[in-house]
């Protein structure tokens, strides 16, 4: 299988989450004897040649950050641009939906719209692979990184060898719908201590000044 | 307040819009000073063709400006309005059944309202709101849309603020909407 891949993120290539995740998918796929070519939506300069081959491939997969419960604005005006289709070919075309965000839960409205949103575009759908949790990508490096994006590697492999993403190991993949209360204890309570440090560290690397909670239009 | 975005090119649905409302007895913000007594007002901003880009991710809003958008464009002062407004209406075209790029651009971009900060708020995990003003979400969509997604969407996108939907209409429900006005 040769896949068409689209970084729909409208972050740039340097600090996507959702392109390290994309490293680990390609990866997988190859293992599997499968290929692709990989594109990014935040370069506009690719549009037109993702525009030219997207009818050309049987596979298509749109990796996307949850922006506000859907798709990035960028991504949608991508699309927008998209001619109907004039073949009668008919791509699959599946999703890898990411977000910050650690429960599946958070991305399930998010998920609802891409199986609309393959309709409208004239393809079959081929699934979503679901995952929170990812904020902190583009933050860490080395093996913290790798912590983060190697599991994605089997989800490529699946991906490579199946075409699709409906597989049991694909539906696991997501994690918890929900944190038992438990856990949202703790979670919490992280949110509060190790969490908030770490951002303002963050904060304080890239510059920032000012308190996180800063009110500047008060 | 109320606080209602056009972008589309459409000033036939504002301009309905206003006349229902004033029917209502609300007034524009603007002329809101003639009587001295307190109307209710709301505010209409053309954004059509009004430059207002994507947002891009870059998370400084959260983590290097907090609350101020890195992307320099007509977007700051829909933004400073937002945090007067108790109701946000949007005008939207669609595309691909749902809201087309213009009008999400509009969602995407009011990330500087809520900070990095989390915490569970009954089922979900969420932000906290920067500011204190809390701002329900209506929806007025101009072309063919899947309704029903749009409805669960705009609940679940003013969940993101703690607020709720104020309902999902089309623009020939114009009366409907107004009915959901304050």
């Known amino acids: ?218 | 307040m109320i606080l209602i975005v056009n972008t589309t090119t459409d000033r036939t649905i504002t301009e309905n819009l206003h006349a229902e409302l004033m029917k209502k007895g609300f007034s524009e913000a603007r002329t809101d000073e003639s009587d001295g007594k307190k109307k209710e007002t709301y505010e209409i901003v053309e954004a059509g063709e009004r430059k207002i880009s994507p947002c891009i991710g870059c998370n400084f809003c959260w983590l290097k400006t907090p609350g101020i958008c890195s992307i320099k464009d007509d977007y700051e002062e829909i933004l400073k309005k937002m945090i007067h407004a108790d109701q946000l209406w949007v005008i939207s075209e669609t595309a691909l059944g749902f809201l087309d790029h213009k009008g999400k651009n509009i969602y995407d971009r009011i990330l500087p309202l809520a900070t990095m900060h989390l915490h569970f708020k009954g089922k979900q995990m969420r932000h906290y709101r920067r500011y204190k003003q809390k701002t329900d979400f209506g929806l007025i969509f101009s072309g063919d849309a899947e309704k029903d997604y749009l409805e669960k969407w705009n609940g679940r996108a003013a969940l993101n603020f703690e607020a709720k939907s104020l309902g999902v209409f089309s623009k020939d429900e114009i009366k409907e909407a107004v009915t959901c006005m304050l």
């Not at chain 1, 692979?129 to 994006?149: C, M, W, Y």
């Not at chain 1, 929900?178 to 856990?183: A, I, M, R, T, Y």
Request: aromatic share 12%; with cysteine; glycine share 10%.
């Open chain 1, 1 to 218: 299988m040769h896949a068409l891949i689209i970084n729909g993120s409208p972050r740039v290539k340097k600090y996507s989450n959702t392109d390290k995740i994309l490293e680990k998918i390609l990866l997988g796929m190859k293992e599997s004897g499968s290929t692709g070519e990989l594109y990014e939506i935040s370069d506009r300069k690719q549009w037109e040649e993702i525009r030219e081959k997207f009818y050309h491939f049987d596979h298509i997969l749109i990796a996307i950050p949850l922006f506000v419960e859907c798709i990035p604005g960028l991504l949608l005006e991508f699309l927008e641009t998209i001619p109907a289709r004039s073949t009668d070919r008919k791509p699959v075309l599946s999703f890898l939906l990411q977000s910050g965000f650690a429960e599946g839960c958070q991305l399930r409205c998010g998920e609802e719209y891409l199986q609309i949103l393959s309709g409208k575009l004239g393809c079959e759908y081929g699934g979503t692979l679901v995952k929170g949790n990812n904020f902190s990508i583009r933050l860490v490096e080395g093996s913290d990184r790798e912590k983060i994006v190697l599991p994605y590697k089997e989800m490529g492999k699946i991906y490579g060898k199946e075409g699709n993403f409906f597989s049991v190991d694909c539906k696991k993949f997501t994690g918890p719908e929900q944190f038992p209360g438990w856990v949202r204890v703790l979670v919490g309570l992280m949110f509060k201590t190790l969490a908030k440090k770490s951002f303002e560290k963050t904060a304080k690397e890239w510059g920032c000044s000012k308190s996180l909670k800063d009110r500047p239009y008060a």
